[in-house]
């Protein structure tokens, strides 16, 4: 009997066990931060009634909509309609497995772990797709169609923007990329130039505002989710948050060292405490940039479709096709 | 008394009914075959199409759907249709080819109301119909009935008048920027023009008791002369009302998305904008010198000092800049009017029931959407015998169908929202 496989396979189901349950309280996390930053914003007081302060504003939010009525439109697909939301949601929620959290805390830590993670969260323009089709609502086939559209444009620049760090640290694994960084310094000092351009298609990857053209709501109402309602339109949303403190935690993991902390890590430090401290600078680093994300959503009106596919494939893929070459020949020459 | 013959079926109401629901539904285009389990999507993009022959040659125009072409219906409950407006949109990908606009959701038949009201209560029907510009909305009415009895107005009624119609302007031109904003997906601007708004308002209920539906003006006058409460709040309210409107300015003026989505779009150049009868800040914004304040001057206009302003482009973005310079005039007003207000009445002698000779009088005002103005007719009774409003913003809405084709649905809005039509004026 092979236990090491049994064992793996153990490993992982907790691994992935743990990692659903983390979903949930992100997502609540993320809505609260963006109802009370937007709040403060623009001068209100925001959520202040439930809990202290009104910090379990989004998880009444997150147990109201278990509580509301599901309903399926009439003349609609009801295989599609029912299975997209749960794509979406996958997606999301199987791409956190190769993010390392912390020294050693990595669900499954592969050598292409870069490669499956943006296969994997582009699985959710399918889920979308699917939304918008079996709706039999017009609002939700443009916004289907939207983001289809926009998620695939965006995802060339995304991994190019990718691609200078894999080359720069020679490995295609989140863990090894982390430990490149903790010898050679944070990757967003040789990549700054790349760094504006991978969080603008981040963002526009999980249609954060200003990119949020699929469910642009003074146009298309909801966009795909406008027939959905209680837990399943609840998916899509969790969905959405959990993907914007995704795209935050690649963000940190390629760019801002992962659970490094911004001086030298101490080596001596090991096991849990270990593990604690590189969880709060891990976290710590996310939840700036998903801050900076709900201040981009507070200050910035929505682009235009056409001048988001323009900014992709102008701006955006060109710059990224330039700090690829440049990178590449860098390495190269500093390996001569 | 008669037998009833067990054989003669009376209908069931319920049956017809159902038949009538079915029949609705297969005009409807809902009750389409179903493979088991699997959504027919032939003929999606003709549900929303009338059941019956189209009547006139615009409808058969709307209604004949080309090769790639969908129907979708906007409104009126939609997210930002401004009210309870309709807009049937005919689209090609995102393309507009042709856009219907749809009004009446929310007729309430004012006009007649008011001819079935004494000359002293038409002001207090009048409010609710431009709602962001309440004070607007009770001057011209009021001017025209003190044409029609030759009432002569005392000057420091006619200087209060003139001050909260210039307070309403400011907030009613804020709001609109806001609304712009939220239209194209900027959250905040709206949330900092309500702020602006909730000032005005409290202001201007220390002076008329009532927040949005103010009920201030009488044929004659005014109700209340200024109080220490109005003119406490208007000096703290003067002094950052500036920075209020530039925090705005900073969010979008020179935001490169907000120049990107605005400029260039919906161009109305001001030959056409002089045909379709657009008047206010969209007709200033063509680059058309015309102010009612200054064209046909009223009230005490012509004693005070301000520029009328004009755009060049005709654009969204110059529609918005518009209503920045107005904004600006309009505090240059205040400034003014406060500090020249003289002593006096603020209400003439009129008898309680007011019974005009017969005749016809018009008055014309500018309000923050345009010409407002009123024909009213007397028949020597106590009652108005013809009462009849001119809307800016429904004249406004007749430049959308030229605008928008050729643009994307994402357009729309923003081209609605720079008209700042308020569908309780539209209709009526």
Redesign the interface.
């Known amino acids: 009997m092979d236990w090491t496989l049994l064992l793996g396979i153990g490993r992982f189901i907790l691994a992935t066990t743990l990692l659903l349950l983390l979903t949930i309280p992100t997502a609540f996390v993320v809505i609260q931060m963006e109802l009370k930053i937007?709040a403060l914003?623009?001068?209100?007081i925001g959520p202040n009634r439930v809990g202290p302060g009104g910090m379990f504003q989004s998880t009444i939010h997150g147990f109201k909509v278990l509580a509301k009525e599901d309903t399926v439109p009439?003349?609609?697909?009801?295989?599609t309609f029912t299975m997209a939301p749960w794509m979406v949601y996958m997606a999301a929620a199987m791409s956190m497995l190769v993010i390392p959290f912390a020294p050693g805390l990595v669900a499954f830590d592969s050598k292409i772990s870069v490669v499956y993670f943006f296969a994997v969260l582009g699985l959710s323009v399918v889920g979308l797709l699917v939304a918008g089709w079996?709706s039999?609502n017009?609002?939700s086939?443009?916004g289907g169609l939207?983001s289809a559209a926009q998620m695939v444009s965006y995802e060339i620049p995304l991994t190019l923007s990718v691609v200078g760090v894999v080359v720069l640290t020679g490995s295609l694994s989140f863990t090894e990329i982390i430990a490149w960084q903790l010898h050679h310094g944070w990757a967003f000092l040789p990549q700054i130039l790349i760094l504006p351009v991978f969080f603008i298609a981040a963002t526009a990857e999980i249609n954060r505002?200003?990119f949020?053209?699929v469910e642009?709501?003074?146009?298309?109402?909801a966009g795909p989710f406008t027939e959905y309602s209680g837990m399943r339109f609840g998916f899509f949303f969790f969905a959405e948050y959990v993907a914007l403190f995704i795209m935050s935690t690649i963000l940190v993991t390629l760019f801002f060292g992962g659970w490094l902390a911004p001086w030298p890590f101490p080596a001596q430090l090991g096991g849990f405490i270990g593990t604690i401290y590189g969880l709060f600078w891990f976290f710590l680093k996310a939840y700036i940039f998903v801050f900076v994300a709900v201040w981009m959503?507070?200050?910035?009106?929505?682009?235009?479709?056409?001048?988001l596919m323009g900014m992709a494939w102008k701006v955006l893929l060109p710059l990224a096709l330039v700090n690829l070459f440049v990178t590449a020949i860098v390495v190269v020459v500093g390996k001569l | 008394m008669t037998a009833v013959d067990p054989e003669v079926r009376i209908p069931d109401p319920l049956d017809t009914e159902r038949d009538d629901e079915a029949r609705l539904r297969a005009a409807a285009g809902l009750d389409l075959p179903r493979a088991a389990g699997r959504a027919e999507y032939a003929g999606f993009e003709t549900v929303g199409l009338p059941d019956r022959p189209p009547q006139t040659e615009r409808e058969r125009q709307l209604f004949t759907l080309d090769e790639g072409e969908m129907l979708v219906n906007m409104g009126p409950q939609h997210p930002s249709t401004h009210g309870v407006m309709r807009l049937l949109v005919k689209v090609r990908g995102e393309v507009i080819t042709d856009i219907d606009p749809v009004l009446g959701y929310l007729h309430r038949g004012i006009e007649k109301l008011c001819e079935n009201a004494t000359y002293t209560t038409v002001l207090t029907y009048v409010d609710p119909m431009d709602y962001l510009s309440a004070m607007h909305n009770e001057h011209a009415p009021a001017i025209a009935f003190e044409k029609l009895y030759g009432i002569e107005v005392p000057r420091r009624a006619e200087y209060i008048r003139a001050l909260v119609v210039e307070l309403n302007r400011v907030f009613s031109h804020g709001l609109m920027m806001g609304f712009l904003a939220l239209d194209m997906g900027g959250l905040t601007p709206i949330l900092y023009g309500f702020i602006n708004r909730d000032e005005v308002v409290d202001l201007l209920s220390a002076i008329s008791g009532q927040r949005m539906l103010f009920n201030f003006f009488r044929v004659g006058g005014v109700n209340w002369d200024v109080n220490d409460e109005f003119l406490s709040r208007l000096g703290k309210w003067r002094s950052h009302v500036l920075d209020n409107i530039a925090m705005n300015e900073r969010l979008l003026t020179e935001n490169e998305i907000f120049r990107a989505r605005t400029r260039g779009m919906g161009i109305l150049d001001g030959r056409r904008a002089v045909q379709l009868g657009v008047t206010g800040p969209n007709l200033r914004a063509s680059g058309v010198p015309f102010d009612v304040r200054r064209a046909h001057p009223y009230s005490i206009y012509p004693e005070l000092e301000f520029e009328v302003i004009t755009q060049q482009t005709g654009d969204v973005y110059a529609r918005y800049l518009q209503r920045i310079a107005e904004i600006k005039q309009s505090i240059r007003l205040i400034d003014q009017i406060v500090d020249r207000m003289p002593h006096g009445p603020v209400q003439a002698q009129v008898p309680g029931i007011i019974r005009p000779r017969p005749g016809r009088a018009y008055a014309a005002i500018e309000s923050p959407r345009g010409l407002y103005s009123v024909y009213a007719i007397s028949d020597g009774s106590a009652t108005p015998y013809r009462f009849r409003m001119r809307d800016p913003s429904f004249i406004s809405l007749q430049a959308l169908p030229t605008l928008m084709p050729g643009h994307l649905i994402a357009d729309t809005m923003a081209i609605m929202a720079s008209f700042d039509p308020v569908m309780g004026g539209v209709d009526k």
Do not use: G, N
């Open positions: 937007i914003m623009q001068l209100r009439d003349q609609a697909d009801r295989a079996a039999y017009k609002y086939l443009l939207r505002a200003p949020d053209m642009a709501d003074s146009e298309l109402v959503r507070a200050t910035l009106p929505r682009l235009r479709v056409d001048q």
